[in-house]
């Protein structure tokens, strides 16, 4: 199994430091609105990540946080619900958004069963000893408004900078404790914010004193991460925009004083989603969510198929032509996977032999880099070949296919295409009657009919073959 990594710039042979399971550590959302399908594009790439790893035979413990404090959930908390105190405001806000979230994760093919996901409001303790550990050790300031994470002093002992060989001025005090960082500079960032006015807030005692507040952004990774996948862990997955500062602020804090040099072995970080060839910004008016796509009529999983056409290190394009292309490419595998209700079985080894031959290819493919393209072209092969003679096909060979799709895509399109009810199919034989017999302007009602109940039929040398449309 080969993963390109940051920390390299390479494609580098990956095992887990135990030899067995994977432990993954995903940057979660900040809850406090819908994503939008460049978050969740994300997502499908670490979801991709852990089904290969999974194919290459290990196992996995993978980690998403819930960014459930920050300046814009509490914002957007006060906004919302005024007359709650904060800490509950906040906390309505962020389980209704933690839910659409999961929801939408769901929907678009990702496998969550086992995924352990924490909320930083629930590691406050935890942050918090990471916090007096970074003070004892000399990394961190108490000042006026806050604790700040000392990089110059961090720079005394250790790189600061290995995922983004960002350039750093020589001396440097430049404060930051809004949460919007600055993308260009290095700055000090606070790992603990003082309480304001009408913030909710938690108890923080450092020396006998105590300091009534909330942790900084960057923190609660670190701490959640290392609790729950001990130090280092095997790989730190999220998009690119994330690698500076805040992946680069997580190693520093996790690594400073006496820690282990090491915070994860790998980053995996993924290139960003396009929408009509551009960067999502509010001001272009180009977010959208699962929801927008939905609405127009499409499914999650053309929105899946379109991201997969696209390796995570390049940037993927969002357009309604490419989202309307992503969904012809599933109409046309589903339809060959319902070819399995109206077609005889086949015994034929000789098939099965160059299905499994093609699914090597496409497996070989995402274990090299996560190469999803690629894969996508051997499954095509293997879905051609399969189809090209209805009334020559292995079922046991189409469900081959189909069950590696499901697996290892996450595109689950057995379950999606049960057989048609009985009353449809009394339907398409009546037609094939009228057809024969000649009354062609009745044949043609009921199949128009069929049409508007969302089944299509297509009339080919091995009989009516329909599909649903
Ligand atoms: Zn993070």
Redesign the pocket.
């Known amino acids: 199994m080969k993963i390109h990594n940051t920390l390299t710039k390479t494609v580098d042979e990956f095992a887990p430091l135990d030899g067995q399971t994977a432990r993954i550590?995903?940057?979660?959302p900040t809850v406090y609105n819908d994503a939008h399908i460049g978050n969740l594009s994300s997502y499908i790439y670490a979801d991709i990540l852990r089904r290969a790893l999974r194919l290459a035979g290990f196992e996995i413990r993978h980690v998403i946080?819930f960014?459930d404090v920050d300046d814009k959930t509490i914002r957007r908390s006060r906004e919302q619900y005024p007359e709650l105190e904060p800490n509950e405001a906040l906390q309505k806000l962020t389980r209704h958004y933690e839910q659409v979230f999961r929801n939408d994760l769901v929907s678009i093919g990702n496998d969550i069963s086992d995924i352990k996901f924490v909320r930083a409001t629930e590691s406050i303790d935890d942050i918090q000893n990471l916090i007096r550990k970074l003070l004892d050790v000399g990394a961190a300031y108490v000042a006026d408004d806050g604790i700040y994470f000392d990089i110059a002093a961090y720079r005394r002992e250790r790189k600061y900078g290995q995922l983004s060989k960002i350039d750093l001025p020589s001396e440097m005090r430049a404060r930051i404790d809004n949460d919007e960082y600055d993308k260009e500079s290095a700055q000090d960032f606070a790992l603990w914010k003082k309480q304001k006015p009408g913030e909710p807030a938690w108890d923080f005692e450092i020396a006998g004193n105590t300091t009534r507040g909330r942790p900084g952004?960057?923190i609660?990774?670190s701490a959640m991460?290392v609790k729950n996948l001990g130090q280092p862990f095997d790989i730190?997955t999220?998009a690119v925009d994330?690698i500076f500062p805040?992946?680069e602020n997580?190693i520093a804090q996790s690594t400073a004083g006496d820690q282990p040099e090491t915070y994860a072995r790998w980053f995996v970080h993924n290139e960003h989603l396009l929408v009509d060839g551009a960067k999502m910004a509010k001001s272009k008016n180009n977010f959208y969510t699962l929801n927008d796509l939905v609405k127009k009529g499409f499914s999650p999983l053309d929105f899946r198929m379109l991201i997969l056409q696209s390796h995570f290190q390049s940037p993927s394009n969002f357009s309604w032509d490419n989202l309307t292309a992503a969904r012809g490419r599933l109409k046309a595998w589903q339809a060959v996977a319902e070819l399995r209700w109206q077609t005889t079985d086949v015994d034929d080894d000789g098939q099965q032999e160059i299905v499994r031959g093609l699914l090597v290819r496409a497996g070989a493919a995402l274990m090299e880099n996560l190469n999803t393209p690629e894969a996508l072209k051997h499954i095509d092969e293997a879905i051609s070949f399969i189809s090209k003679d209805p009334s020559n096909i292995s079922h046991e060979a189409l469900r081959t296919i189909f069950d590696f799709v499901d697996r290892n895509l996450g595109l689950s399109i057995l379950s999606s295409t049960p057989d048609i009810d009985d009353n449809i199919k009394d339907m398409i034989s009546i037609r094939q009657t009228e057809r024969a017999s000649g009354d062609y302007a009745r044949s043609d009602e009921i199949r128009d009919s069929l049409r508007e109940n969302g089944i299509e039929l297509r009339d080919t040398s091995a009989g009516v073959i329909w599909a649903r449309n």
């Open positions: 550590y995903t940057c979660g946080n960014t952004w960057h609660e990774c991460s730190h999220g994330l805040h992946h997580e």
